[in-house]
């Protein structure tokens, strides 16, 4: 590995590329199931100082979504949203390409802030007889 002088240290020269979080998976453990969805795009949407009203039509119009309540998620087309914190959803979506937050952003025309959350979270897929004694510890959603 070479190294650059810069300023008053060396920094080595490393090319970094974008890397899915996990690499998908299947676990089961008793009978419980645990799938790790590296198929779906994650996308942060916050909402304007004053633009609740806008989001709401422009999301409805868009994605056929509603705004969801707190602790609550609506569904539309394939798509999720879920309440992540006041003015704050996560929208949820099979996207194929890694553009995910630029076609939501296109979308809403400046009616919601977007954020590209797929590399630095994971949507899993749980199942089995334990599954809700298991969500009732870890998930902030009305089960």
């Known amino acids: 590995m070479t190294s650059t002088r810069r300023e008053s ?13 996990s690499g ?36 409805t119009a868009e994605f056929g979504l509603k705004v969801p309540a707190a602790t609550l998620s609506s569904t539309a087309k394939g798509m999720r949203a879920v309440s992540m914190a006041p003015d704050a959803m996560l929208l949820i979506f099979a996207h194929a390409t890694p553009d995910a937050e630029m076609h939501v952003r ?10 590209d959350q797929t590399d630095s979270m994971l ?19 009305d089960l």
Not at 9 to 21: C, D, F, Q, W, Y
Not at 31 to 52: F, H, K, Q, Y
Not at 123 to 139: D, K, L, N, Q, W
């Open 24 to 59: 998908g998976g299947d676990i089961d453990i008793a009978g419980n199931r645990i799938i790790i969805r590296d198929d779906l795009a994650l996308v942060s949407v916050a909402t304007p100082l004053g633009g609740e009203d806008a989001l709401k039509k422009t999301l």
């Open 123 to 141: 949507a899993i897929e749980v199942s089995g007889p334990a599954t809700m004694a298991a969500m009732e510890r870890i998930c902030p959603l």
């Open 106 to 115: 296109a979308k809403l025309g400046g009616a919601g802030y977007t954020t």
């Open 9 to 21: 240290v060396n920094v080595a020269n490393i090319k970094l590329t974008a890397a899915p979080l």
